[in-house]
């Protein structure tokens, strides 16, 4: 007999080799009906595979994102099914789910593609296969095996895969008349796939790899219920209506031009102020919480980023050296900003008094992302990073934690992002061979985040083996107004560089000790933040924020000068906007401010002149009456505190 423990705590005995249906069948028949997969001892597995040791387990359904991820995973392998049925011949690479559907790599050969148009005849045929209910049986093979299975079947991708990997770890899955090269886990069988949607094709390097053939890419995604499919097509058309790369043109905020270079943004004057206005936000913020603003430059010396191990990490795929006239004399540009921030550490003896050291920069990193990755400013080559780094005592940890946590939430409050979640990312302790530094400050640090997080009652997930090998770390995930699932704010722990560096301080009995380094970035990139938050706020942007918060639009020529002294009044109080003086009907400025998604509209006429007030209208919302011109600065400014202040 094994012990299973259950999430709730509660333990139940089972037969050696019961399985996760077994356990959820002994639950409830519907949690029977409903599993998809199972976690076991953190493991996400198939359902009908036998376990064989006292384990803790957590039945998987679509309410659960990794119950989703198998659900989708084994929708790919669906997909392929059908495409071998309908393309004869057809080549596959890799298929895995991603965070809203699936993909798939495919080779046609020569003279076949695949568009749009094909789109509902393979997805009439993924249907029709699932309809067969076919079990996805999973088999272990000898690496011998696989690769006579491969060849035969004539599929390179795949004997390139099984290059890789090491005899004893290949499995295969197999549904109806398809085999597949796969680590799992899948849901037992193809019933559950009701609803089926191809969204794209597009195409990809086989491996990532410019250098490789390029093969087609098809995207899908597939739900248990039709209902579910129709409302995730209703987000998809919102999305594409809040689309930032659409938004951001029309807003006139940001361009990008093919002479400047791909991926590298050009900040028009509208998108500046808002840009500006985050920068200014966060400065003030990091100036109260204690931190010290210093500049570093554009480019460094290739050997600070052979010390720091960025050049191991993004030598090769990124930016090329720049060669100075000196022979031999290469610089880089900057892929990270914690190297310089290391050297400024450096550049005089510290204490423990010193400490904690905070040091920020609004700094612009350089990393050559491939040209099919490049999405509008989510990912671009150049960003500006709100970095900072902490440099502590390991005591300092926790309570530097929590203050990082507190200016992430005011950030989130500020703008409105409120559905958001914690990953506490720790160290595999079935594998600490792949991370630095000592079991004592490993068990500090990550307690001290798990404590942190606790104090400030995030909602959190934790995840074994999904530290960076140099420390823990916690990630905040945000949904936006689409439900869309962002990485925004980081908070990380760092040995490596404070020890690649040699960084010190004395401590209290003379002997010297390495800081601790955490790196903290609340927006992440500023062009990627603002990219989120377009497409959150559908470029609605929070008042204090909004780069126009209004615009003065007189009726007719001869309330202009009125409307001049109500710009300018508008202008000594510190609000952003505009006048529109266009010999246009008031009815076409209006409009046109609306489709701005300016904020105010004050409209001026004669009654306006002759009692020195304004009609107001609010974007989206219509008129509001007539004020004074005071009376709207203090309403005004009132909304703006309580937005920032109030938070």
Same mark, same amino acid.
């Given at each position: 007999?094994?012990? $299973?423990?259950?999430?709730?705590?509660?333990?139940?005995?089972?037969?050696?080799?019961?399985?996760?249906?077994?356990?959820?069948?002994?639950?409830?028949?519907?949690?029977?009906?409903?599993?998809?997969?199972?976690?076991?001892?953190?493991? $996400?597995?198939?359902?009908?595979?036998?376990?064989?040791?006292?384990?803790?387990?957590?039945?998987?359904?679509?309410?659960?994102?990794?119950?989703?991820?198998? %659900?989708?995973?084994?929708?790919?392998?669906?997909?392929?099914?059908?495409?071998?049925?309908?393309?004869?011949?057809?080549?596959?690479?890799?298929?895995?789910? $991603?965070?809203?559907?699936?993909?798939?790599?495919?080779?046609?050969?020569? !003279?076949?593609?695949?568009?749009?148009?094909?789109?509902?005849?393979?997805?009439?045929?993924?249907?029709?296969?699932?309809?067969?209910?076919?079990?996805?049986?999973?088999?272990?093979?000898?690496?011998?095996?696989?690769?006579?299975?491969?060849?035969?079947?004539?599929?390179?991708?795949?004997?390139?895969?099984?290059?890789?990997?090491?005899?004893?770890?290949?499995?295969?899955?197999?549904?109806?008349?398809?085999?597949?090269?796969?680590?799992?886990?899948?849901?037992?069988?193809?019933?559950?796939?009701?609803?089926?949607?191809?969204?794209?094709?597009?195409?990809?390097?086989?491996?990532?790899?410019?250098?490789?053939?390029?093969?087609?890419?098809?995207?899908?995604?597939?739900?248990?219920?039709?209902?579910?499919?129709?409302?995730?097509?209703?987000?998809?058309?919102?999305?594409?209506?809040?689309?930032?790369?659409?938004? !951001?043109?029309?807003?006139?905020?940001?361009?990008?031009?093919?002479?400047?270079?791909?991926?590298?943004?050009?900040?028009?004057?509208?998108?500046?102020?808002?840009?500006?206005?985050?920068?200014?936000?966060?400065?003030?913020?990091?100036?109260?919480?204690?931190?010290?603003?210093?500049?570093?430059?554009?480019?460094?010396?290739?050997?600070?980023?052979?010390?720091?191990?960025?050049?191991?990490?993004?030598?090769?795929?990124? %930016?090329?050296?720049?060669?100075?006239?000196?022979?031999?004399?290469?610089?880089?540009?900057?892929?990270?900003?914690?190297?310089?921030? +290391?050297?400024?550490?450096?550049?005089?003896?510290?204490?423990?008094?010193?400490?904690?050291?905070?040091?920020?920069?609004?700094?612009?990193?350089?990393?050559?992302?491939?040209?099919?990755?490049?999405?509008? *400013?989510?990912?671009?080559?150049? %960003?500006?990073?709100?970095?900072?780094?902490?440099? +502590?005592?390991?005591?300092?940890?926790?309570?530097?934690?929590?203050?990082?946590?507190?200016?992430?939430?005011?950030?989130?409050?500020?703008?409105?992002?409120?559905?958001?979640?914690?990953?506490?990312? *720790?160290?595999?302790?079935?594998?600490?061979?792949?991370?630095?530094?000592?079991?004592?400050?490993?068990?500090?640090?990550?307690?001290?985040?798990?404590?942190?997080?606790?104090?400030?009652?995030?909602?959190?997930?934790?995840?074994?083996?999904?530290?960076? %090998?140099?420390?823990?770390?916690?990630?905040?995930?945000?949904?936006?107004?689409?439900?869309?699932?962002?990485?925004?704010?980081?908070?990380?722990?760092?040995?490596?560089?404070?020890?690649?560096?040699?960084?010190?301080?004395?401590?209290?009995?003379?002997?010297?000790?390495?800081?601790?380094?955490?790196?903290?970035?609340?927006?992440?990139?500023?062009?990627?933040?603002?990219?989120?938050?377009?497409?959150? +706020?559908?470029?609605?942007?929070?008042?204090?924020?909004?780069?126009?918060?209004?615009?003065?639009?007189?009726?007719?020529?001869?309330?202009?000068?009125?409307?001049?002294?109500?710009?300018?009044?508008?202008?000594?109080?510190?609000?952003?906007?505009? *006048?529109?003086?266009?010999?246009?009907?008031?009815?076409?400025?209006?409009?046109?401010?609306?489709?701005?998604?300016?904020?105010?509209?004050?409209?001026?006429?004669?009654?306006?002149?002759?009692?020195?007030?304004?009609?107001?209208?609010?974007?989206?919302?219509?008129?509001?009456?007539?004020?004074?011109?005071?009376?709207?600065?203090?309403?005004?400014?009132?909304?703006?505190?309580?937005?920032?202040?109030?938070?």
């Amino acid at each position: 007999m094994i012990d $299973i423990t259950l999430p709730d705590g509660s333990v139940r005995q089972f037969v050696d080799g019961a399985t996760g249906y077994d356990v959820a069948a002994s639950i409830s028949e519907g949690l029977a009906r409903n599993a998809l997969g199972v976690r076991v001892n953190g493991e $996400i597995r198939d359902l009908h595979r036998p376990i064989m040791q006292n384990s803790a387990i957590e039945i998987l359904t679509w309410n659960d994102d990794a119950g989703k991820n198998t %659900f989708w995973h084994s929708s790919a392998h669906l997909m392929a099914e059908a495409l071998e049925a309908l393309y004869p011949g057809v080549k596959l690479g890799i298929g895995p789910a $991603i965070e809203n559907g699936f993909y798939y790599d495919i080779d046609l050969g020569e !003279g076949r593609t695949i568009s749009t148009n094909d789109f509902p005849q393979i997805e009439q045929k993924m249907l029709e296969l699932a309809r067969k209910k076919s079990q996805y049986e999973r088999r272990e093979v000898p690496k011998a095996e696989a690769i006579a299975y491969f060849t035969e079947k004539g599929d390179p991708y795949k004997l390139d895969l099984l290059e890789r990997l090491e005899d004893g770890t290949i499995s295969f899955y197999t549904q109806g008349d398809f085999t597949d090269l796969c680590r799992g886990p899948h849901i037992p069988d193809t019933s559950p796939i009701k609803a089926v949607k191809l969204l794209n094709v597009a195409g990809a390097f086989w491996r990532g790899d410019e250098k490789n053939k390029q093969l087609t890419r098809v995207y899908g995604i597939t739900f248990p219920k039709q209902k579910e499919l129709t409302e995730y097509l209703e987000r998809l058309e919102e999305a594409k209506r809040r689309d930032h790369r659409k938004l !951001g043109k029309e807003l006139e905020l940001f361009a990008f031009s093919e002479k400047v270079g791909a991926g590298l943004p050009l900040w028009l004057p509208k998108g500046t102020a808002l840009r500006e206005r985050l920068e200014q936000f966060m400065r003030r913020a990091q100036v109260k919480a204690g931190y010290l603003p210093v500049v570093t430059p554009h480019i460094g010396s290739k050997e600070l980023y052979v010390t720091s191990g960025h050049y191991e990490k993004y030598g090769a795929d990124s %930016f090329q050296p720049i060669k100075t006239p000196n022979p031999g004399e290469e610089f880089f540009l900057k892929p990270m900003n914690c190297p310089h921030h +290391c050297e400024i550490y450096k550049t005089k003896p510290r204490s423990y008094r010193d400490l904690p050291l905070r040091l920020a920069e609004f700094g612009t990193v350089y990393r050559y992302e491939q040209s099919g990755e490049l999405h509008g *400013l989510t990912r671009v080559r150049g %960003f500006t990073q709100d970095d900072a780094h902490i440099f +502590c005592r390991p005591d300092q940890v926790k309570e530097e934690f929590i203050k990082v946590i507190d200016l992430v939430l005011y950030v989130f409050r500020a703008l409105g992002f409120e559905n958001y979640t914690a990953q506490i990312s *720790l160290r595999d302790p079935e594998n600490k061979t792949k991370y630095i530094g000592s079991d004592e400050n490993w068990a500090l640090a990550e307690s001290a985040i798990q404590e942190a997080a606790a104090e400030k009652g995030l909602p959190t997930v934790t995840e074994l083996g999904e530290a960076a %090998f140099y420390g823990p770390k916690l990630d905040f995930m945000v949904r936006d107004a689409l439900g869309r699932k962002w990485q925004l704010g980081t908070i990380q722990v760092d040995y490596n560089l404070p020890e690649r560096f040699e960084l010190e301080y004395v401590a209290p009995d003379n002997s010297r000790q390495r800081p601790v380094m955490l790196h903290r970035a609340p927006f992440g990139s500023l062009e990627r933040f603002v990219a989120v938050l377009i497409e959150h +706020c559908a470029g609605n942007f929070p008042l204090w924020l909004s780069p126009e918060q209004f615009a003065v639009l007189p009726i007719s020529e001869k309330y202009q000068d009125y409307a001049q002294q109500v710009y300018d009044r508008l202008v000594q109080a510190e609000l952003r906007g505009s *006048l529109d003086s266009r010999d246009e009907k008031i009815g076409r400025k209006i409009r046109d401010a609306e489709i701005a998604k300016v904020p105010y509209m004050l409209i001026v006429g004669e009654k306006e002149q002759e009692n020195g007030i304004v009609s107001l209208r609010k974007h989206g919302e219509g008129d509001l009456g007539s004020m004074p011109i005071e009376a709207f600065i203090r309403s005004f400014n009132s909304q703006v505190a309580e937005m920032i202040v109030g938070n």
